[in-house]
Nanobody, 125 residues
Framework: QVELVESGGGLVQAGGSLRLSCAASGRTFRSYAMGWFRQAPGKEREFVAAITWSGGMTNYVDSVKGRFTISRDNAKNTMYLQMNSLKPEDTAVYYC??????????????????WGQGTQVTVSS
């Protein structure tokens, strides 16, 4: 069993930065590929970024490439999403997820084994 808890969301002006964290319980954190997803009001949840268990491979949705960076620290059981040059269209609830199937990193889809409760990110224009 893995419990995921996101933090770091908030209100920021366009062009600003935030760093989200996803803290995981359990000793098997390093066994999972991890990802960030987001859901804006009235829209479906979408893939944002993902990282393999080792951190050796990452993937991003085109709209955040060059602005967001995903990373993880397996010693701290924590994953991060550094978000720079934020835009109003980045406003959403951000969720972290864990998946045993590493293919999730490549496709950004597939069954996730665990989800966090989400953290709100609001970017004002």
């Amino acid at each position: 069993q893995v419990e995921l808890v996101e933090s770091g969301g908030g209100l920021v002006q366009a062009g600003g930065s935030l760093r989200l964290s996803c803290a995981a319980s359990g000793r098997t954190f390093r066994s999972y590929a991890m990802g960030w997803f987001r859901q804006a009001p009235g829209k479906e949840r979408e893939f944002v970024a993902a990282i393999t268990w080792s951190g050796g491979m990452t993937n991003y949705v085109d709209s955040v490439k060059g602005r967001f960076t995903i990373s993880r620290d397996n010693a701290k059981n924590t994953m991060y999403l550094q978000m720079n040059s934020l835009k109003p269209e980045d406003t959403a609830v951000y969720y972290c997820a864990a998946a045993r199937n590493p293919r999730m990193v490549v496709t950004g889809t597939g069954p996730m084994d665990y989800w966090g409760q989400g953290t709100q990110v609001t970017v004002s224009s």
